[in-house]
């Protein structure tokens, strides 16, 4: 008698075209394991261009981002009408895996990622907020605007806070 027993994941993302258009959505990456990365200023500062450059090939801009020592946070608001979140998200895990693999040969991303796409009832701003205070909240830092590791995609951070999105 075989005892092998098949698991099967939960499916909990949602289907594809509901990442696709003008939408917005929250998006939590983190390292597998006790690493600390994200908090090397040269490695983050890569982290941003391999962001800004996956969200402007899937149509995105990208209102806050906030690299955390072990995870990140980041929103992605779509300006086209064939936008793409999730590839957008996708394109940026594997080439900064491919990088920081390189950096240190135990690295890695977990295998999936936290995303919540924002309805249109939701607040914006408040989710924003809750990125900006993720430092703050960790006791990093007392003001989110001291911490080195925050900033905005295509879009003036500042503007963002005003509600200009």
């Not at 690493?35 to 391999?50: A, D, H, M, P, T």
């Not at 779509?78 to 590839?87: E, Q, S």
């Amino acid at each position: 008698m075989s005892n092998n027993i098949t698991i099967r994941e939960k499916k909990h993302r949602l289907p594809r075209e509901f990442y696709q258009g003008k939408i917005s959505g929250t998006f939590t990456i983190c390292i597998k394991g006790n690493f600390s990365f994200l908090e090397n200023q040269e490695i983050v500062k890569i982290c941003i261009e391999i962001l800004e450059k996956s969200s402007f090939l899937y149509g995105c801009i990208v209102p806050v981002y906030c690299f955390m020592p072990d995870h990140l946070h980041f929103v992605l608001f779509g300006v086209k009408d064939d936008a793409n979140l999730w590839k957008t998200v996708v394109q940026f895990k594997q080439n900064t895996g491919f990088y920081l693999k390189k950096q240190c040969s135990q690295f890695q991303w977990q295998k999936d990622f936290y995303d919540h796409i924002i309805r249109q009832d939701e607040n914006l701003i408040t989710q924003i907020r809750y990125i900006l205070d993720n430092p703050v909240r960790r006791g990093l830092i007392n003001n989110w605007n001291d911490y080195p590791f925050i900033g905005s995609i295509g879009i003036k951070l500042e503007d963002v806070l005003q509600g200009c999105l």
